[in-house]
Structures are given as structure tokens and as C-alpha cells.
């Protein structure tokens, strides 16, 4: 357990040596957006993900067996755009390929203009989800985030990858102690899957509750704060900003 503590303080607070410095926290912001707005696209957008794509890989599946209540059409399309964002965040990878710090804060400022774009549409349609602003969601929701998934890939903290847990969860229980293993970052782990599930639990409580504009508007402020804090952290020549393992 202390060891527990001790791996999630130095992630919340990493000292200045730590070689990732400031990601790991930035990294668990993105990791909280990513539960809001899978939370708006599953809850008021047609049981569909943005973030998700092993999920709509199989709602495309159900959705052409026959199931009614899933669209295959908007799997495709989240898909498709996710694709497409993933894409793009190859291209910011290779131009702030020697620099961390710009590549998150570039990242995460387009990624603010991505997700404010749905906030009009939504404040606009007052909480009617018409197929044009559910599909405008979906596209711009899915270009954010498979920026985002792409950035995270290139910048390689480990456990760290703000849109997938499966390979977090299996980590934490393969390299446990009971199971013989030597348990690396249970901490920064436990707190992945936390921010996963505090940003899931804040937006479907806001969805549910009728404020989806409210819950993008989280979204778009927690994107602009990590570019913000990025940038200004990764003025300096820190060694953090420097590729590598």
C-alpha cells in the first residue's frame, strides 16, 4: 500500500528529475476528458464512442446483426473521424518530434478548438439531439480524440495512454505481487483508471441530468488548462521535453 501511495504522489507531483515531468498529471487530465466526452457521446448521442474504438468495432458488429438500437452509421462515422484525428496527430508527432512540450501544447489547443466547435450546435438545439448535431458531435468529438489517442502514443508515458485502460488493467493485476511480478507504477495505474472513471461518472451525471453543454464546456476548459500549463512549462529547456526512453 505505501508503495501504492508513494508511485501516485510522485504522479500527481513529480519531482524535477522524474523523466517525464509534468506529463504524468497532464496526461490524467486528458484521461478525465476522455470519460466526458464518451459520456455525452454514449448517453446522448446514440449509444456510440469517440474515444472508445474497440467499442464501436463491436456496436458496428451489433448493429449489423440486427440489433435496432445501435447505429452502424454512426459507428462508421466515429470511426472514420477518429481515424482522420489520428492522422493528424501523426503529423504534429513528426513536426515537434524533439519537443514534448510543444507537441502536448499544440495537441491540446487544437484539440479545445475540436471539442468547442460542438458546444454551439449543442447550446443551439437546446438539448434536441437532431441527426445534424449528433453527427456534428460525432465527427468533431472523433477528430479530438483520435488526436489525442495519436499525441499520447508519441509522447510514451507509460500506463498513461488517456483513452484505453485495457492494458493498464492488465498490467495492474500480471505484474502484481501475487502474481509474482514486481508491480511498476501501481499508483500512476490506479489513478488512470480513477480519472477515467471521475470523468465518466461527472459527465453522465451532467448528461443525464440534461446539461450537455455544460459538460462540453468542462471538456473544452480542462483541454485549454493542460495546453495552457504545457506551454508555459515547456518554455524551458527541461530535459523532460526531449524524446526517448
Known amino acids: 500500500?505505501?508503495?501504492?501511495?508513494?508511485d501516485a504522489l510522485r504522479t500527481l507531483a513529480p519531482r524535477g528529475e522524474e523523466r517525464h515531468g509534468p506529463l504524468p498529471p497532464l496526461m490524467l487530465v486528458?484521461?478525465?476528458?476522455?470519460?466526458?466526452?464518451?459520456?455525452?457521446?454514449?448517453?446522448?448521442?446514440?449509444?456510440?464512442?469517440?474515444a472508445n474504438m474497440t467499442?464501436?468495432?463491436v456496436f458496428l458488429g451489433f448493429a449489423l446483426a440486427g440489433d435496432e438500437s445501435l447505429s452502424a452509421l454512426a459507428s462508421v462515422v466515429a470511426m472514420g473521424s477518429f481515424l482522420v484525428g489520428a492522422l493528424a496527430g501523426g503529423k504534429l508527432g513528426t513536426r515537434f518530434a524533439t519537443h514534448r512540450g510543444h507537441l502536448l501544447s499544440s495537441a491540446a489547443a487544437v484539440q479545445t478548438v475540436l471539442v468547442s466547435v460542438t458546444v454551439v450546435p449543442a447550446a443551439v438545439s437546446d438539448g434536441r439531439i437532431t441527426p445534424g448535431v449528433q453527427y456534428t458531435l460525432v465527427v468533431f468529438l472523433g477528430l479530438a480524440m483520435g488526436l489525442q489517442n495519436a499525441v499520447a502514443r508519441r509522447l510514451g508515458v507509460p500506463d498513461l495512454t488517456t483513452t484505453v485502460l485495457t492494458l493498464t488493467l492488465t498490467g495492474l493485476a500480471a505484474d502484481s505481487t501475487?502474481?509474482?511480478?514486481?508491480?511498476?507504477?501501481?499508483g500512476r495505474r490506479v489513478l488512470s483508471v480513477l480519472a477515467m472513471f471521475l470523468g465518466a461518472l461527472v459527465g453522465g451525471r451532467l448528461v443525464l441530468h440534461g446539461h450537455l453543454v455544460l459538460t462540453?464546456?468542462?471538456?473544452?476548459?480542462?483541454?485549454?488548462?493542460?495546453?495552457?500549463?504545457t506551454h508555459r512549462l515547456s518554455s524551458a529547456d527541461a530535459s523532460w521535453v526531449r524524446p526517448g526512453p
Do not use: C
Not at 1 to 6: C, E, F, K, P, S
Not at 30 to 50: E, I, M, Q
Not at 178 to 186: D, F, I, L, T, V
Open 1 to 6: 500500500m505505501r508503495r501504492l501511495l508513494t
Open 30 to 50: 486528458l484521461t478525465v476528458v476522455t470519460g466526458l466526452v464518451d459520456a455525452v457521446s454514449y448517453l446522448a448521442l446514440g449509444h456510440v464512442f469517440v
Open 55 to 57: 467499442g464501436n468495432v
Open 178 to 186: 501475487p502474481a509474482g511480478g514486481e508491480a511498476p507504477r501501481p
Open 216 to 229: 462540453l464546456g468542462l471538456a473544452v476548459v480542462l483541454l485549454a488548462v493542460t495546453a495552457a500549463v
